[in-house]
DNA sequence: TCTGCTGGATTGTTCAACGATCCAGCGATC
DNA sequence: GATCGCTGGATCGTTGAACAATCCAGCAGA
């Protein structure tokens, strides 16, 4: 969600009148947690497959009591199932994990959408889905993987609020390890584009029942098709 | 949510044909975790006050990093606060924070009412309906809380979503630390007694629609009387 | 009154150790 | 040959101790 590197090199901005905002440095246990949750995404870890804490705690250098702790918070976000006394492995889909992830995309975003959101909320949704539509132009498949991702986090942020959005940022982080790479053709991708721009046009008439209906069906659509790749 | 005794005492069971439920044994750390939960819901740890490591690793007899293992889970769940290098505190409502879990209800709720449910889901939904007014017959302002507790809980759990009664379980976890006994009153309890009892009487009928508009209409109103005794 | 230092308390992290548990292999028995 | 039971190794769960980093309150000095 944010970048990797981390500017901590401008200690100036302490002098500054107002330093409100004070610059966090991220503890071991939690850049060990970017790490793996990096290394989840970009799909060098299948799922699963096992990861031992010493092995971990040897490549990443630190502590074997810090990557557990790392290991607990990705544990608490279903990226990682801990299985007592056999080690933690990475999170598989099991039966009936494709209708409950679409069941919480269903209520939480059709609940924002239909809501509506300010301006500027509205404004990030239509960035989203020019997003896709330039990466859609310049044939990468990886951006246009995030751009649809970002598009479907907008409009969760409509509703501004922050569980919401850490709920769906959860979500997306375990479509982004189920579904990865493999599974993604283009022709999902093109379904997506014009979807997510008749979606959006309709939030910006200020038609939300319709934008909640669209969404809704492509929810459900995509749901099956996830479905029919996958197992039940 | 589990009573706290495990029961342990019948390795005769492991005997019979097929020993499906792996009797699991909590960790220590997880035991930890419940019993603060099991104190903040109870009001014995109030929002804001701070947890000192070394104190509850000796006040419960463990490990002060077992006790850390705890703190993560508890902090992940946002019951607690970690504040790095200064500790961990009882959670405090923020400013903005009731509108926002009451964002979570309307959309998780009302999602799941509205699509209905398993004759036995909906019957869970009346025993929880029953469970209050046996309560209020019996003036147990205790039960009472529960009971509501356990009517929007069935709600959710029509829904038959893993993720959606987690979240659901969080968020009620997080309205017993908030909106503990001082806050409840009578007048309340009334007023949740009859609106469950109609709502629950549509979800029988199959009125779903109007069900879901009654729950809407009812977590408004609650989030506009907590608003008013709490901040903003 | 404000500034800057200092000491104590607490957290963050590491390390080493030991018991508990699981798993694979291997031999013994029927 | 299949099943059972044992055993050894690997890994996890938990502990206790240690040390650096950080924060905070109090105090001295300008």
């Known amino acids: 969600m944010a ?3 981390q500017e901590v090199n401008e200690p ?3 002098n500054s009148a107002r330093a409100r905002v004070r610059m966090r440095v991220p503890s071991v246990a939690e850049r060990v947690a970017e790490e793996l949750r990096y290394q989840l995404a970009e799909g060098f870890l299948v799922p699963g497959s096992k990861l031992t804490e010493a092995t971990i705690a040897e490549d990443l250098g630190v502590s074997r009591n810090t990557v557990r702790e790392a290991f607990a918070e990705l544990a608490g976000e279903r990226l990682l199932l801990r299985q007592p006394n056999k080690g933690v492995f990475v999170a598989t889909l099991e039966a009936g994990d494709i ?15 239909r809501a509506g959101g300010s301006p500027e909320r509205v404004a990030a949704v239509r960035a989203a889905v020019d997003e896709g539509k330039r990466a859609a132009e310049a044939n990468d498949n990886e951006g246009l993987g995030s751009a649809n991702q970002h598009f479907h986090g907008a409009i969760v942020a409509l509703a501004e609020s922050n569980r ?5 940022a959860q979500i ?8 990865h790479k493999a599974t993604l053709n283009a022709h999902f ?12 046009s309709a939030l910006e008439a200020g038609e939300l029942e319709r934008a ?15 479905t029919a790749i996958h197992g039940a």
Do not use: K, P
């Open 3 to 5: 970048s990797a590197d």
């Open 12 to 14: 100036a901005g302490l």
């Open 99 to 113: 209708h409950d992830v679409y069941t919480v995309r269903r209520a939480i975003e059709v609940s924002s959408l």
């Open 164 to 168: 919401l959005n850490t709920i769906m």
């Open 172 to 179: 997306l982080a375990e479509m982004r390890l189920y579904f």
């Open 189 to 200: 991708y093109s379904d997506w584009l014009t979807e997510n721009e008749r979606i959006c």
């Open 212 to 226: 909640g209906d669209l969404l809704l069906a492509y929810l459900n659509r995509s749901e099956q098709q996830q």
